[in-house]
């Protein structure tokens, strides 16, 4: 760490750092519930679930350390923004978790027959749009990336909105056509809108990290 950063500056790259910590953890969650979705893993599932505790907890200790560094280092002007937004980002993240873990528990207590490829496929698309979305974001408020870099790292947002809605109707489509698709329909929709969800989520990420960085908040969406 370069030697001309003062205290405050130094907590706050630590802190930016832990986020990243978390985002790392979380980014991996979801990389697994896209695995079990395609496997239909259910002990991966389970492994999940349980790791999504160690998620949550993580996100309390972030919450304290910012806590403790607004009442020590007083912060003010960006660094204050930043220490703000990295408290965000771990309600942020923790929520983001929650949708790997609940993609998780679909599959193993709701999910009883194979689940059709095809839809799988489309939602395991649109899952890797999104999660690329909050890797790049997460990457670019750690290193104090540019409005334009943040702007860049969500842009696939419309696209993911345009993926969910052509799958909701492709799925809505077979459901009223065949009665007995409609229990694992309404599961591909639970899951597609969870992965969905983490797009907006990682915007809303991206719009933290402007502000931070500008002091102003652009709506991304």
Sequence with gaps: MPESLNLVQKRRSHLQNVVG???AQVVAALHQSVEC???????LAASIIAGD???NQQRRLLEQECLVTLAAYKPAGEDLRA????????SELE???DYAADVARIIERDVQDTLPAE???AIVELAEDAIDMLEQTLAAFIANGSEATLREAVA?????DREEDAFIAQVLERMRADAAFAA???YLLWIVHNYERVADRATNVAERAIYVASGHTPDLD
């Excluded at 696939?156 to 993911?160: A, D, G, L, M, T």
């Design 21 to 23: 910590d978390l985002g």
């Design 37 to 43: 979705l395609k496997t239909q893993d259910k002990a």
């Design 53 to 55: 505790q160690r998620i």
């Design 83 to 90: 220490v703000g937004a990295c408290m965000e980002l771990a």
């Design 95 to 97: 929520r983001i978790g």
């Design 119 to 121: 839809p799988v496929a």
């Design 156 to 160: 696939k947002e419309s696209q993911v």
């Design 184 to 186: 694992t329909g309404t």
